[in-house]
């Protein structure tokens, strides 16, 4: 079985704190996609990684796509409420064909 | 533009009806997909489109019947559905070069519900 393990499952902090999600996994990705999701309404894609080492910075959102790639991690820089939500990875196994593997999602809480 | 549309928003239907769930996008993706969320967990795949040919279905009941008209559309038919059927069905698609390495971009889903 091909998995994608996501952790924290919950985050609850504080405005201006740093918090880091991880995605892991023994199979390697051509590709991982992290996107964020509000209740009731579809994923929006934050960012997508492809090469191994990777790192993308999108504003206070720093992702980092594992050398092996077979891993993941967001992190988000003196949290603001309005980055509250649900926080999903996804990978495309290589050879894959087009069927993404997603972690079980953090859900981010940030209190005022 | 990365949009993906989806009609209705909302859906309300008893175990009889039948029902139909779109999905329409324009950024010359060749891959759509249709996706099952229920609360509180990831998306799990129904069926992915592939140059317009059905290329995966997961084992979806056949109460669901996906037609892809063509290269821009996807629809999901519903017919006699259970209760439990009731989540959110988000559409999504990327383009299909077969490298593994396309983006998917979700609609905004339709919110169903099987009375």
């Known amino acids: 079985t091909q998995l994608l393990e996501q952790s924290p499952q919950f985050l609850s902090i504080q405005e201006g704190e740093n918090l880091t999600v991880y995605c892991n996994s023994s199979s390697v990705f051509s590709s991982l996609q992290w996107y964020r999701q509000e209740p009731g309404e579809g994923p929006v894609l934050l960012v997508t990684?492809?090469?191994?080492?990777e790192v993308k910075k999108l504003k206070r959102l720093t992702f980092q796509f594992g050398d092996a790639r077979k891993d993941s991690s967001l992190h988000i820089t003196a949290a603001q409420p309005g980055d509250t939500g649900l926080y999903l990875c996804a990978g495309r196994i290589s050879g894959g064909y087009n069927k993404l593997i997603f972690g079980a999602g953090t859900r981010l809480a940030v209190h005022p | 533009d990365t949009e993906v549309t989806q009609t209705p928003k909302h859906l309300v239907m008893g175990m009889t009806n039948k029902k139909s769930l779109k999905c329409e996008q324009h950024m010359g993706h060749r891959a759509m997909y249709w996706y099952k969320q229920k609360a509180k967990k990831p998306p799990e795949l129904m069926f992915v489109?592939?140059?317009?040919?059905?290329?995966i279905n997961e084992s979806v009941p056949s109460r669901f019947s996906p037609e892809c008209p063509n290269s821009s559309l996807l629809n999901l038919h519903l017919h006699a559905l259970q209760p439990e059927d009731s989540a959110l069905y988000l559409c999504?698609?990327?383009?299909?070069?077969?490298?593994?390495?396309?983006?998917?971009?979700f609609g905004p889903g339709t919110r169903l519900l099987v009375l």
């Open positions: 489109y592939s140059y317009e040919k059905l290329s």
């Open positions: 999504a698609s990327s383009q299909d070069r077969s490298s593994g390495r396309e983006t998917q971009y």
């Open positions: 990684v492809v090469t191994g080492g």
